[in-house]
């Protein structure tokens, strides 16, 4: 008797690559002990959150005898919470966003899927740029939407005219996330201008709105000073969906936002039907005591330099190895070329020196692999030998 849908079954089957070496760390780590196994395979950020949140955290504790202190918030978020987004994102858009255009979510993740239930039709495509974040096809496919990947450049900077190729009469939004999830890559606003003249034009041909959902939890973590253009500048039809997981180290807290363009056209008709997903997807709300958190810590960060130094320092140590990278200008993850065309073959050398990393093929790319460098600095420094030994042995 078959218990679950042929589509679950088969997304079973291929399960998250991530998750796989995740669950492969435990057992090494079991059998040789936490400081003898690099773990580079998950994103999950091991600085604590600033001091800020500590001390929001005592001062909701005091307000817990008051009635509804955590009780059903509006749909689309607490109005402190989307009063202190929208200055936040009115100064990282340079745009003024009004509260109105701000919808509090269960996270990015959470902020994507309700955008998808409210704009797309069975059949509708979205495109994004390879390398890309393995859960956009499922966020896509939950509501009858088709990922299509297009490939980027080969130092991942956007290929345009393979944009202008995959854009059809199906097409109904294009993800862009910068800085980038998995190569750091940080898009400059010549190439989002150019993105934006596609979309204009193809608006015009095939009568219908095309979104750019700009996916930004990483905006902050930009260690060179990087321009990160302000998508609500570039394109109307723009969306900014982001997350305080990284730049508070908040990510079992599950808080996000969308953030819609004040100059789309009839903006109100997309926020209503936002709301409503938000809300009947089973979200209801955003948990409550992350919007207060961020009513009152919305400007606060962790210390960027923390990943700046370890970045720089797995650089040294991939440069020392010989294997070939572009050093990512953003978020917390190498990129890195196979030294063997199947990077499988690599992957497996890395294991057998007690180095946990993610196959290329994960994000849509076979023949690099993804290092996460959230990880402490001592953690970086003692994979040194076994990233030596692994390239000698591969």
Do not use: H, W
Request: aromatic letters at 10%.
């Amino acid at each position: 008797m078959q218990l679950l849908s042929d589509e679950v079954k088969g997304f079973l089957g291929n399960s998250s690559m991530i998750r796989r070496m995740f669950e492969a760390g435990i057992e090494l780590k079991r059998k040789y002990g936490e400081d003898k196994v690099y773990d580079f395979s998950l994103g999950n950020p091991d600085l604590p959150p600033p001091p800020e949140i500590k001390k929001a955290m005592l001062e909701i504790a005091e307000a817990s005898d008051q009635p509804f202190a955590f009780g059903y918030m509006p749909n689309a978020g607490e109005n402190a919470a989307r009063q202190a987004l929208a200055e936040l994102i009115s100064g990282e858009q340079d745009t003024v966003v009004p509260p109105a255009n701000i919808i509090v979510t269960c996270g990015a993740a959470g902020g994507i899927n309700a955008f998808f239930r409210a704009t797309l039709t069975p059949g509708d495509e979205v495109l994004c740029i390879a390398p890309y974040f393995v859960e956009y096809g499922f966020y896509a496919g939950n509501f009858g939407g088709v990922l299509k990947p297009v490939m980027s450049n080969e130092d991942f900077s956007l290929n345009i005219g393979n944009i202008a190729g995959a854009i059809t009469e199906k097409t109904r939004a294009i993800i862009l996330n910068s800085p980038n999830n998995p190569t750091g890559k940080i898009y400059c606003k010549e190439e989002l201008d150019a993105v934006a003249e596609l979309l204009y034009a193809a608006r015009k041909k095939y009568g219908r709105m095309i979104y750019i959902v700009s996916d930004e939890p990483y905006r902050f973590l930009n260690y060179d000073g990087d321009n990160v253009p302000s998508m609500f500048g570039v394109y109307d039809g723009s969306v900014v969906i982001g997350s305080f997981s990284k730049t508070l180290s908040l990510p079992g807290e599950r808080i996000g936002y969308i953030a819609v363009n004040p100059a789309l056209e009839n903006a109100a008709e997309l926020l209503g039907g936002l709301t409503l997903t938000n809300r009947t997807l089973g979200f209801v709300n955003a948990p409550v005591v992350a919007q207060k958190l961020i009513a009152k810590c919305s400007n606060a960060r962790i210390d960027l330099d923390v990943y700046r130094r370890r970045r720089n320092l797995m650089a040294e140590i991939l440069t020392e190895a010989g294997i070939e990278f572009t050093m990512p200008g953003g978020a917390f993850y190498f990129f890195p070329k196979s030294p063997v065309a199947d990077e499988r073959i690599f992957i497996d050398a890395l294991l057998k020196e007690r180095i946990l990393a993610v196959p290329g093929r994960g994000f849509g790319l076979p023949g690099y692999f993804r290092l996460a460098f959230c990880v402490s600095e001592k953690t970086i420094a003692d994979s040194r030998e076994s990233f030596l030994k692994a390239m000698k042995n591969c």
